[in-house]
């Protein structure tokens, strides 16, 4: 499994951006999907999960209302849409995936999501 993210970039406060993170290779096998994002000098956290089979989702407080994940099957994609984005918000954004159908329990787990794509910097000024 590969995971390839796009979409970040530079944005004043107020603003929105939309990640994408395109799954190649075993993409049927994946059932978990997050963005996870890293400031510097600070642990990477979960953003956002989804399971890709529906039903269960995960938004950290920190951006309940603001953004959104989604999921297209039929694109092998996972988005994130970032909406009245904040100076906090920046970071490296990192797209994740895993193939376990217990994932969905603890979507917001760092450590079970075992594919990770190369990030995508968000900086908002």
């Known amino acids: 499994v590969q995971l390839v993210e796009s979409g970040g970039g530079s944005v004043q406060a107020g603003g929105s951006l939309r990640l994408s993170c395109v799954v190649s290779g075993y993409s049927s096998g994946v059932t978990c999907m997050g963005w996870f994002r890293q400031a510097p000098?600070?642990?990477?956290?979960?953003?956002?999960?989804?399971?890709?089979?529906?039903?269960?989702?995960?938004?950290?407080?920190?951006?309940?209302?603001?953004?959104?994940?989604?999921h297209d099957k039929t694109k092998d994609t996972v988005y994130l849409q970032m909406n009245s984005l904040k100076p906090e918000d920046t970071a490296m954004y990192y797209?994740?995936?895993?193939?376990?159908?217990?994932?969905?329990?603890?979507?917001?787990?760092?450590?079970?999501?075992?594919?990770?794509g190369q990030g995508t910097q968000v900086t908002v000024s």
Request: with cysteine; proline share 0%; aromatic share 16%.
């Open 95 to 116: 797209c994740a995936a895993v193939s376990d159908w217990s994932c969905r329990l603890s979507l917001a787990t760092r450590s079970q999501y075992i594919y990770w």
């Open 41 to 70: 000098g600070k642990e990477r956290e979960a953003a956002a999960a989804i399971y890709t089979g529906g039903g269960f989702t995960y938004t950290a407080d920190s951006v309940k209302g603001r953004f959104t994940i989604s």
